[in-house]
């Protein structure tokens, strides 16, 4: 989530510890600062820094949305996935560079660094090529918030499961709306593909292609539901968040980016244009981005305020499948889409 929520699960800055009870798995204990007006310039900043990442983390699904259209090839998707990695390893290549020059201790124990390297390959290959292949079957409008419905769903389960986190009734009434949105965009991605399949906007025009785009989106919430609660794990350790964020990109690098070019081959690889090439790596920049924003905003911001701005990249994503990439709308869908807004609203109530 990147994807729609991949760098939100771990925003964790490493002097905060995670708010036991959250169901957005990863997502810190605000900070507020209670002094005069104090209180309200951080707050306004937060909604800021908030909205800012929301749109980052919009631009990037919508620039994956571009390249999915490119070409009909699955080692085309994990190219696209491999290459997003590579401005966050970059940005925290440096980032561990100063850390190590402070004496900073950056290397896990052995069976942490294990656990994180499979995490790594449940996200990069679940998560993203999971959300890659939704894109190019379900659109914009669809994938994001049936990801956004299994983050939810999936890192509230597991959480209770591991880390002994209370399920409240907000919490399960979301869930339930969760499940809700999820059965209502599968129905209305079926009714548009089956009513206009010639002048369908997206690849996959048959019921079993929507099934399969359905399937996907699932299962890359589940991943990034189950890794958000793994990297909660983590960052109650000594190790910095750079660390996390480094093998998880990494692994992306090394493992997707091979696997893309083989099918591609050389003059696969040679054809992509400029243009496309831009697509790639402002998407990797705007999702380093968005976990930059989204990781400063959590020191004003609580957990509820944030699950707020996800409902506003839900909107956004939405408003770009339907306008930009001429998305069927149907009444099932926006159906869907709503009730994945008022889930994450119902958990941003206090």
């Known amino acids: 989530m990147t994807t729609p929520a991949e760098l939100e699960m771990k925003t964790p800055p ?14 810190p204990a605000t900070s507020e600062v209670k002094v005069g007006t104090r209180v309200e310039t951080t707050s306004v900043l937060g909604l800021f820094l908030g909205l800012l990442a929301a749109t980052c983390y919009s631009i990037t699904n919508i620039g994956l949305r571009q390249l ?48 994180l390297i499979l995490t790594a390959f449940m996200m990069q290959f679940g998560g993203n090529f999971g959300f890659q292949l939704a894109l190019r079957s379900v659109g914009l409008a669809v994938s994001v918030p049936i990801v956004f419905a299994s983050i939810i769903c999936s890192g509230a389960l597991a959480g209770r499961i591991a880390l002994g986190d209370p399920v409240g009734v907000r919490t399960g009434i979301s869930m339930a709306l969760m499940v809700a949105s999820i059965v209502f965009l599968s129905v209305g991605a079926q009714q548009a593909t ?23 989106g699932t299962i890359s919430g589940i991943a990034y539901g189950l890794g958000g609660v793994v990297i909660r794990r983590a960052t109650r ?4 968040v750079p660390t996390i964020l480094f093998i998880f990109g990494i692994v992306g690098l090394l493992t997707l980016c091979p696997l ?12 992509i244009t400029p243009v496309d090439w831009g697509f790639l790596l402002g998407a990797g920049l705007f999702n380093a981005g968005g976990f930059f924003a989204i990781t400063y905003a959590l020191r004003y911001l609580n957990v509820n305020k944030a699950n707020v701005m996800n409902a506003a990249q839900n909107a956004m994503c939405a ?13 099932m869908t926006l159906t869907g889409i709503a009730l994945t807004i008022t889930g994450l609203l119902i958990l941003g109530r206090r």
């Open 14 to 27: 490493p002097e905060v510890r995670p708010v036991p009870g959250s169901v957005t798995a990863a997502l």
């Open 68 to 115: 999915s259209g490119v070409r009909d090839s699955m080692g085309w998707d994990l190219w696209i996935c491999g290459i997003k990695a590579l401005p966050t390893v970059l940005i925290t290549m440096w980032l561990l560079i100063r850390l190590q020059r402070k004496g900073h201790n950056l290397i896990p124990s052995p069976k942490l660094l294990c656990v």
């Open 194 to 216: 089956a009513a206009d399949a010639a002048a369908s906007a997206l690849p996959s025009s048959t019921t079993m292609g929507v099934l399969a785009g359905v399937i996907c």
């Open 237 to 240: 350790t000594s190790v910095p």
């Open 260 to 271: 893309g070019a083989i099918p591609l081959g050389l003059e696969g690889l040679a054809a």
């Open 319 to 331: 408003l770009a499948g339907f306008t930009l990439f001429a998305e069927p709308m149907t009444a």
